[in-house]
């Protein structure tokens, strides 16, 4: 198999084990949130806290890859995946869970960054685009089986099994990189921001901490306020020491690049509404639809077997069309599409759910690959390293927010409607609050120059629409 396929592959082991592992929890939320002792809503601390972890420590995974090697970083990142899934699955309240979900969160920090640094640097450009395609399909497979699997389990054994399943596949991810993956690392690593690292751990931890705190009891107002104001002022603070310092740990410079501007902020608002779906569908379906657990997975699966269909697409798509149309057009039809889940009912027939989140599947996957490739269109070769760091962190920071705004919609929603339990009624509210901020997304990616990732898409800058070359296949 040539290089361009193996090494794609090897990587998606680590995305099938982290986009399962997030699937799967979705699911059992209600299930976890019983066995210790918490509300449904309070958990969006444990799936925010692995996503803090990874916007805390993806900033270093770049300078530790060069520093120490791909190939050492990789197997250690999962190795403390695992050891996170382990404590998981012995949480017995939500503190424990709490931490062993930022366990988890430390080890991707690590693992998937390093494992598409790797990627980047080892495939040229005008392939890309069929080796982002690689990678996302069959990690693809996580989502997939995650929802059924989690909630069979949950419905017909423990949901302690949902994290004890990664244990096999950690090892294989391990195995696997130990005999494919090189050992690279930099000759002479740039000095590590040590200051850098702190800042933006504390404007990042601050802020995400703080936003999802709003609206539960778990800790006092004026508490909540000086975490964010905190964040912010330390984020502050960051950009003025990233103007003074050589290399910074982010490097904010990379946004003069208008490609890296907009995959970065166009895709941080897109994915922050995108970001709730996983969050919201499956407590609509359980506490709003009350459907068991099982009966959610088999419904919410069936967005990733959507984004399954669209992967084969996408280089034709994106060729044809470029990126600035195709992402456009794009970001409008999936905001429409998750704002249609506020149309759906306790009443609404499964193949009439079915249909819409396949349907929406698809063009978010559309919208996922072509946002994670342009970012590297015109990122030179010495700076791919910084790039990824930024990609990552934007990627995660914007994924937690999202859970954040729509747990906040639905409190609000039962706020206003004065009940004492959530029903099917707070949900339609959240969809489409999140869906008008995937929808602004395309204030960024209109601005797109014409011929914006023209190498990567394979076509002549300033063409217009171009037929696929004869000899040029998908993955």
Request: hydrophobic share 55%; net charge positive.
């Amino acid at each position: 198999m040539p290089r361009e396929r193996i090494v794609p592959l090897i990587v998606a082991v680590a995305l099938f084990m982290e986009n399962m592992d997030s699937t799967v929890i979705a699911t059992a939320l209600p299930a976890i949130a019983e066995a210790i002792g918490a509300s449904p809503l309070a958990l969006k601390l444990a799936i925010t806290s692995y996503l803090l972890a990874l916007a805390i420590f993806i900033p270093a995974s770049g300078w530790i890859a060069d520093r120490f090697g791909a190939r050492t970083i990789f197997r250690v990142a999962i190795a403390v995946f695992v050891a996170g899934s382990i404590g998981c699955a012995m949480a017995d309240s939500l503190f424990h869970f709490i931490v062993a979900r930022f366990v988890q969160g430390m080890g991707g920090a690590l693992m998937t960054p390093v494992g598409r640094l790797v990627l980047v640097r080892s495939i040229e450009k005008r392939d890309l685009v069929a080796a982002m395609t690689w990678v996302t399909m069959p990690a693809l497979v996580g989502p997939m089986i995650g929802p059924p699997l989690g909630g069979f389990i949950t419905t017909y054994a423990s949901w302690h099994w949902i994290f004890i399943i990664n244990v096999p596949m950690g090892l294989v991810g391990i195995v696997l990189a130990t005999r494919y993956i090189e050992n690279v690392r930099a000759e002479q690593p740039d000095p590590f921001d040590l200051r850098g690292m702190i800042l933006s751990g504390l404007g990042f931890g601050g802020i995400v901490f703080g936003t999802n705190l709003v609206g539960l009891s778990f800790a006092p107002w004026p508490l909540v306020a000086a975490l964010i104001a905190a964040g912010a002022m330390a984020l502050a603070t960051y950009v003025l020491h990233a103007r003074r310092t050589p290399v910074p740990i982010l490097d904010l410079g990379l946004f003069r690049l208008p490609t890296f501007r907009a995959s970065v902020l166009g895709g941080f608002i897109f994915r922050t509404g995108i970001g709730a779906l996983p969050f919201l569908l499956p407590l609509m379906l359980q506490l709003g639809f009350h459907r068991n657990p099982f009966e959610s997975g088999l419904i919410t699966f069936s967005t990733a077997l959507g984004a399954m269909t669209m992967k084969m697409a996408v280089p034709h798509i994106l060729r044809r069309y470029g990126f600035r149309t195709t992402m456009t057009i794009n970001s409008v039809m999936s905001a429409a599409l998750l704002a249609a889940c506020a149309g759906f009912a306790p009443s609404t027939p499964v193949g009439v759910m079915v249909m819409v989140l396949v349907v929406g599947g698809f063009f978010r996957s559309l919208q996922f690959t072509s946002i994670n490739t342009l970012a590297y269109a015109d990122v030179d070769h010495a700076r791919v390293s910084r790039a990824t760091a930024i990609v990552s962190v934007a990627q995660q920071l914007a994924i937690s927010t999202g859970v954040a705004l729509g747990a906040f919609a639905v409190e609000i929603s039962l706020q206003v409607s004065h009940k004492a339990a959530l029903s099917a009624d707070e949900f339609p509210p959240a969809f489409l609050f999140v869906a008008a901020i995937s929808a602004a997304s395309i204030l960024v990616f209109a601005q797109l120059p014409r011929d914006a990732g023209a190498e990567l898409a394979n076509r002549l800058p300033g063409s217009a629409k171009q037929a696929d070359p004869p000899d040029q296949r998908p993955g």
